[in-house]
């Protein structure tokens, strides 16, 4: 029984058990069942499988259908390639890639190898250059409270040092900075951890604001503090209003300033918008101005990437100082000056 249940011989006899139905219904409902082929028709010849799938294409027709699809994955074969090594090679993360924004926002082997070796060597440099300030400070401290400019040349040193073997630092317009006696307000744009380290090239003994977390990190924080850089909780407002007030007070005193306008390191390297506290104190002091345009710090080292040091160059390039006056006149001046220094030296 099982040889005979093929597909044909089942569908023949379901079509067998409906014939006494359909011979009791009228003509009318019975005449368009006999243009209907019967599953054994369907199931048999190649002949009646022809007919019930309709007339065959003729062979012209079909070759040239294949060649239009055919022609349509070689399309999409020569679309998608490219797509797929591009995408590889963006993906593939370079020996040590400053050359593009893509390589650098890959890991690099070699960036985090040099970024721990230029950590070794600035915490080992601080090492014996921290006891050479806390023999100076007592001297410091009573003959130039202020400005301190013995330990400022530590600082600088300590800077410079610790740079030169993983990158270089060029100071362009190095003439427009006002004379170490000269009190100023130094603004500069902030988008790396490494851009302290390039403003100390400038060998000008400016203090500058950090968050106070920053003052105890040991040896590195105890030395800020010895310098007279000054401490601030950014989100206590009197601790703000009274780093403005220190700030006035080392003017007043000869001793120039550092701000980073924009508040916080850029995420991105984007510059943000310049905030108006720096300005205010300049202009109620009518000091001089100085915008600074950091380039390439970001690049060497992104703002939350820290473990990793790429390859290249940095650019402290220092405007022409402005007598500041008023204080919003000055911070849109200065956001223009730095922004088109970006742009030029980039």
């Known amino acids: 029984m099982s040889a005979l249940a093929t597909p044909a011989y089942l569908a023949t006899r379901a079509y067998a058990r409906r014939a006494p139905a359909r011979a009791s219904r009228p003509a009318a409902a019975v005449a368009p069942l006999a243009s209907v082929p019967t599953p054994t028709s369907v199931v048999g010849t190649r002949s009646s499988r022809a007919s019930f799938l309709g007339p065959a294409r003729p062979a012209a027709a079909i070759l040239d259908a294949r060649a239009r699809v055919a022609g349509t994955r070689a399309r999409r074969s020569s679309t998608i390639a490219p797509r797929a090594a591009a995408g590889a090679a963006t993906a593939m993360p370079s020996p040590d890639g400053p050359a593009s924004s893509a390589s650098d926002d890959g890991v690099s082997v070699v960036a985090i190898a040099r970024a721990m070796l230029f950590y070794f060597v600035t915490f080992t440099l601080a090492l014996p250059l921290f006891a050479i300030m806390l023999a100076m400070f007592p001297f410091a401290y009573l003959t130039d409270r202020y400005r301190r400019y013995a330990l400022s040349f530590v600082n600088d040193v300590w800077a410079c040092v610790s740079t030169f073997p993983f990158f270089k630092v060029e100071v362009i317009g190095r003439a427009n900075l006002p004379s170490v006696e000269t009190p100023a307000v130094y603004v500069a744009n902030h988008a790396s951890y490494l851009d302290i380290y390039s403003l ?147």
């Open 200 to 346: 100390f090239h400038l060998r000008r003994p400016f203090k500058f604001i950090s968050k106070v977390s920053n003052f105890i990190i040991p040896i590195i924080g105890w030395s800020m503090y010895m310098t007279g850089h000054i401490a601030l909780k950014r989100t206590d407002r009197k601790s703000q209003m009274k780093t403005l007030k220190d700030c006035r007070e080392l003017l007043q005193n000869e001793c120039s300033v550092l701000f980073f306008p924009e508040g916080t390191r850029s995420k991105d390297g984007t510059m943000a918008d310049f905030k108006k506290g720096a300005f205010s104190v300049a202009a109620k002091e009518k000091a001089l101005v100085v915008p600074i345009t950091l380039v390439g710090t970001s690049e060497r080292m992104k703002n939350g990437k820290e473990w990793m040091l790429r390859a290249g160059g940095i650019k402290v390039v220092v405007h022409k100082p402005v007598r500041c006056e008023d204080a919003q006149k000055c911070c849109d001046e200065s956001y223009k000056v730095i922004k088109e220094g970006l742009v030029q030296y980039s």
